[in-house]
Every structure is written in C-alpha cells, then in structure tokens.
C-alpha cells in the first residue's frame, strides 16, 4: 500500500495524515516534489517515500539520496543524475522506474524501453526497485483503456524482467483502478483522493466516508431589509427582510470564488445560500429574518457537522471542477485540526 500524500495530502495536511495512515500500516508514502518529501521527513516520518515528479535537476538527486527517498524516472538523463550523486556519497541509490502506457504525460515508451533498461544495467550504485505506470481513464467504468493499459502494462512488466531485474514494487493502480479490482500482475496499489473520502469513479456508489470538513466561523452577523446590496458590486440584493451572516472563508482559503449564488453551506440545523461574491477572505450567507445564528457560531462549508452533510463532490459539480482541485486549494491559513 503505497498512500499517496501529494499536494500537502490533497489539502488535508501531508504530516497529519500520513502519521495517521503509518499507524494504520500503509507501507509506503508517494509525494510530488523533493520539497514535499522534505518535508515528512522533517516531521519524524520514516517510512519509504517514493517521489513521483522525481529528480528535475541534477541537485536534486544528492538531496533525494539525503532524504533516503526514491525518486521516480523516466528520462536517461536523470539515471546519470543519480550515479553521480550515488558516487558522491558512496553508497547506491534506488529508483522506479515509470513506464508510459497510456496517460502520455511521463514515463519510458515501449520503443525506448530496452535502451534504458541498458543504461540502467551499467550504473553500478543505482538499483531498479520498482516499475510503475498511471492509468488514464479507470475513473470511466465504460472506457476500454484501462484493459489496454493493464495489458500493456504486463507486457512491459514481463520485458524488465527478461532483462535481468527484479523490482521490489510493481504499480499501476490509483484510486479509481482499485475500484476496478487490482492489477493482477502488480503488487501495490497507490490510493490517493478515495484515502480521504472522496469517490473516484464517475459512476460513484462506493460509500467512502469523508476525512475533512471545513468549517468557518462567523464573524458577523445582521438583519438587513429588501434591497440591501451585499459584497462587491452589489451583486445580491436581498430580496426581503432577512439576516446576513458573514463566514472568515474566502477564495484565499479553499472556497472557490464561483461558489457564490450557486452552493449552500450549513448554518445550525439548516442549509443556507452562499449570497453575494466570495471575496479573498470573507463569505456572505443569507438566513432568514428570524435565524438566531451569531458571532462566534461556526458554519459547516462541506463535510459532516451536527447532523447535516454538504458533500465536497456538490461543491466541485457547483463550481465547474472536481472535488481533487477543491480540496488541494484549501490554502495553507486554515488550521488542520485531527478529531
């Protein structure tokens, strides 16, 4: 099981998370950047890191071999990269490696694969330890390119072994392609967005529970009569006599400025509009005339809280993205509190 923690654990709060996910057992944890694996280590995490974007420069790879965190390669280059700084330090250094299957973005193609499996061959400190690939549509229950990808994807597996290689960890399933049920020629998985609760597929069903809710207090509140421009340009006129409530969220903190006039957020025991624009630091919630919220009350923006429920996928649908991009734009002010 190799979590994957990327995009400060897809705006959950890589540390919090992960140490989470150590105690339940997951034996690997999957970053982005040599930034990001820095940065779980400086928070006391031990447990092997893999690197995703792998080495982008030839510092890099010394710093990568600092941390004990294997780097994902698909470029030949980026092989000298880690001899060199393997030769430095005097020890070896490992790697996997990505093979290009169908997502088209990185990874080895089949027709270079054989070369670099050479180049590979004649490092003397730097180890193949695993062979992975990304699938590009398992999130389409009725697209054909996920089999494609998987036979591919053994095909290749079968060729790295023909050479002479071993790996460790074979991979190719993200979320979406362990809701399909797992590769059979793998031997991890590498779970991202499904870990914290949201349903990957387009299709759903899965009865994944949510990790997050994002709450915000409310910091004002009034009555105001029909007319009343609320936020910029005036662009909510409240339509009768009603109260205003004013939430410390905006754009800066997660919530996307198109959210306003289109989602509902929970206040008390009912769910209540999103008026008005979403500014950079505030949000402008209209109730009615006779709602007793106040200053200090907090109010639920997704997630679960006090019996009501705002899912993140109604918010991403509502906005025009999907739940992925929500979710990694909570910006870094808001408090990750573990309950």
């Known amino acids: 099981m190799i979590a994957v923690v990327k995009a400060n654990g897809y705006g959950h709060g890589a540390a919090l998370c992960t140490r989470a996910l150590e105690a339940e057992g997951c034996d690997a944890f999957a970053v982005i950047s040599v930034e990001e694996a820095a940065e779980l280590r400086a ?9 995703l974007g792998g080495a982008l420069a030839p510092p890099d790879a010394d710093r990568l071999l600092e941390l004990d965190a ?3 390669v698909s470029r030949p280059e980026v092989v000298d990269w880690l001899e060199a700084a393997a030769e430095r330090a005097g020890r070896a250094f490992r790697f996997q490696l990505e093979l290009d299957t169908g997502m088209g973005r990185l990874g080895v193609v089949p027709g270079d694969l054989h070369a ?3 180049r590979v061959s004649h490092a003397r400190r730097v180890k193949l330890s695993g062979v992975m690939s990304h699938l590009a549509c398992a999130d389409d229950a009725a697209s054909p390119e996920t089999a494609r990808q998987r ?3 053994a095909q290749l597996v079968a060729r790295v072994r023909e050479t002479g290689f071993a790996p460790d960890w074979v991979h190719l399933d993200n979320s979406a392609g362990i809701a399909r049920g797992p590769t059979p020629e793998s031997d991890a998985v590498r779970p991202g967005i499904a870990l914290y609760g949201v349903d990957p597929t387009l299709e759903g069903g899965h009865g994944l529970e949510p990790v997050m809710s994002l709450c915000a207090r409310v910091v004002h509140a009034k009555t105001v009569e029909a007319g009343t421009p609320i936020g910029y340009a005036g662009a909510y006129r409240a339509p009768e006599r009603s109260r205003v409530l004013t939430l410390a969220v905006g754009y800066a903190d997660g919530l996307p400025r198109a959210a306003g006039g289109r989602v509902e957020v929970g206040v008390g025991s009912r769910r209540a509009p999103v008026v008005g624009r979403v500014s950079c630091d505030l949000t402008t919630v209209a109730v009615p005339a006779d709602d007793r919220t106040a200053a200090g009350d907090v109010a639920l923006v997704f997630g679960r809280r006090a019996g009501l429920e705002v899912p993140v996928e109604e918010l991403a649908r509502a906005v025009g993205t999907i739940s992925y991009e929500v979710l990694v734009r909570i910006g870094p002010r808001v408090p990750r509190l573990a309950t």
């Open 43 to 51: 928070a006391g995490v031990r447990a092997p890191l893999l690197v």
């Open 70 to 72: 294997e780097p994902v």
């Open 116 to 118: 670099m499996l050479v």
């Open 151 to 153: 036979a591919l994807f």
